[in-house]
């Protein structure tokens, strides 16, 4: 068991991150769905790599809000900005009064739009807002190691409850989960909730996160018909969001 959960964190890892990481041998498609299981650790992970970044960056007598900007970067920079990068595309079609074909094909477009450059410039600044709003070590490094892991694990989730929006892309290369690894990535990402939060949080965070995913799912469905690449990267970046939000009101 432990070497099947090792390589699905390395499965994991190397396709969320730009880490050298990767298992022996070439993996099949039954692995890449499994590991699917693994995305909360490996969020977990990244999370705990920026928070370390806004930890220096404090002890350097850095203002909250650099430190801030500086973990956010980090992130980035760890996952070359893949998720970032979906959201900015969808936001693009998104805006576009066009039909359903059209907008995936403009979420094919490799340039990015006015809407998306508007998009994430909101989405990095009201992250790097609500961590400032924090400001204290421990706090920021419990809410981003939450909000990396729980970002994740909502990706198997969605893709068990949609198809494919086309045949192609990284949307399509998920798989199809099951439910069992579902229930795997939505355990870990309630129990490293648990583990650096209250139970009264992780508690709120559940049913925030569950009545967001239900909305946007139904949205995406009816507006491009199912998922893709670009899709999921928004619901990451949106998650993600949410939780950092939530943190910082709670």
């Known amino acids: 068991m432990l070497k099947h959960w090792s390589r699905d964190l390395a499965l994991a890892l190397g396709f969320l991150t730009r880490l050298p990481v990767s298992p022996r041998g070439w993996p099949s498609d039954a692995d890449r769905v499994r590991a699917l299981r693994a995305y909360p650790l490996a969020g977990l992970l990244i999370g ?3 928070g370390i970044v806004y ?25 070359g900005a893949l998720h970032e990068d979906g959201l900015a595309d969808m936001c693009d079609a998104l805006g576009a009064p066009v039909d359903r074909e059209q ?23 009201v992250k790097a807002a609500a961590l400032a709003h924090l400001a204290e070590v ?14 994740r694990a909502v990706l198997p989730l969605a893709a068990f409850f949609m198809t494919p929006a086309r045949s192609d892309g ?15 990535a939505c355990g870990l990402a309630i129990l490293i909730s ?14 925030l996160i569950a009545l967001y995913c239900l909305i946007f799912l139904i949205t995406i469905r009816k507006i491009f018909g199912g998922y893709t690449g670009d899709i ?17 009101a709670w």
């Open 48 to 50: 705990l790599a920026g």
């Open 55 to 79: 930890a220096l960056a404090l002890w350097l007598n850095l203002p909250p809000l650099i430190a801030a900007l500086l973990a956010l970067a980090t992130l980035m920079k760890l996952t």
């Open 103 to 125: 907008r995936l094909e403009i979420m094919r477009d490799s340039r990015i739009g006015t809407t998306g450059a508007l998009a994430l410039i909101v989405m990095v600044t």
């Open 138 to 151: 421990e706090e920021v490094i419990a809410a981003l190691i939450i909000a990396a892991a729980a970002s």
């Open 170 to 184: 990284l949307g399509a290369g998920l798989g199809e989960p099951t439910g069992s690894t579902v229930l795997w």
């Open 194 to 207: 648990l583990l650096f939060s209250s139970f009264g949080f992780t508690f709120a965070l559940i049913g």
């Open 232 to 248: 999921m990267g928004a619901l990451q970046q949106s998650v993600d969001v949410l939780v950092l939000l939530t943190a910082a």
